[in-house]
């Protein structure tokens, strides 16, 4: 964005209605903060981070830094290889899918670290994008909020292990990373519990790695720069974050409810 400061004011004035009409940046602002309205912080916010008439390069230069660093934190998310969801969903049509998250404890996490994650997903096989209302998905989002939320977020030991359950027919291909077999089985359990389905044991399955795994791998050179390793499978204890929704053809990112405070959009709240 340096490169705005060499512009003539009439080049600039005209990105400037750019960057404020149609699709563009005051247009993504107010769709991070659609929720803003009951919140009088965060239409403080939104307003402050819009690009107004008047703005010059300088302050729109902040504004968009801001909003890209400071609240989306783009340049601390990591690149994902893959397709976009749009091309997938153009070439294949599913069942809604409903994926839980779970997150290590911010206290627990080493200093200069990232918390580590873990994720499972379930598919509402007697639903689809169109059958489904923004009543039933609040209400989805109720119970899984009560069933994992309160009254405190559920946790469990991940590790290297890997606990399976198929059942397609019931919308289910779970994989729980997991430091034991019965640590798998009681995650399987709870998530069938919470689909009012019945565990069948002859399906659980769970695979055991002879590899290790090491909480301190060393380092390795890239470009000449010495890079901390990434941790495989690392066993450490996660608990319930938030949930979401995928459903096919729809472009928007659908939590359902929140246990970590981040996620102010989400259809269910407490």
């Known amino acids: ?76 998310k990591p690149d994902i290889i893959g397709m976009p969801k749009i091309d997938v969903d153009a070439d294949v049509s599913y ?16 200093r200069g670290k990232t918390a580590k994650t873990a994720r499972t997903s379930y598919r509402l096989m007697t639903q ?22 309160k009254p405190t977020p559920y946790r469990f030991n991940k590790g290297k292990i890997i606990g399976w359950y198929l059942k397609p027919e019931e919308g289910l291909n779970l994989q729980i990373y997991c430091h034991s077999e019965e640590i798998g089985e009681t995650v399987v359990r709870k998530i069938l519990s919470h689909r009012n389905l019945t565990f069948d044991n002859d399906i659980y399955k769970f695979t055991k790695p002879n590899r290790n795994s090491d909480s301190t791998p060393g380092t390795i050179t890239i ?16 608990e319930f974050d938030h949930a979401k929704i995928n459903l096919h053809n729809d472009t928007q990112i659908r ?16």
């Open 1 to 76: 964005m340096g490169g705005f400061n060499l512009m003539p004011a009439r080049d600039w004035a005209q990105l400037r209605k750019i960057l404020r009409n149609g699709d563009s940046f005051n247009r993504e602002v107010y769709e991070w903060f659609r929720d803003a309205d009951g919140n009088d912080i965060r239409k403080a916010l939104r307003d402050d981070l819009l690009i107004g008439a008047k703005d010059s390069i300088a302050i729109a230069q902040v504004k968009m830094r801001t909003f890209r660093e400071i609240i989306q934190k783009t340049h601390l």
């Open 255 to 270: 939590v359902l409810c929140d246990a970590s405070g981040l996620h102010t959009n989400s259809l269910y709240k407490p």
């Open 95 to 110: 069942r809604p899918e409903v994926t839980l998250y779970f997150k290590q404890n911010k206290e627990s996490v080493p």
């Open 223 to 238: 470009l000449g720069e010495s890079q901390q390793k990434p941790v495989w499978r690392p066993t450490v204890f996660v």
């Open 128 to 149: 689809t994008s169109s059958s489904l209302s923004k009543t039933e998905l609040k209400n989805l989002g109720r119970d899984i909020y009560n069933d994992f939320a």
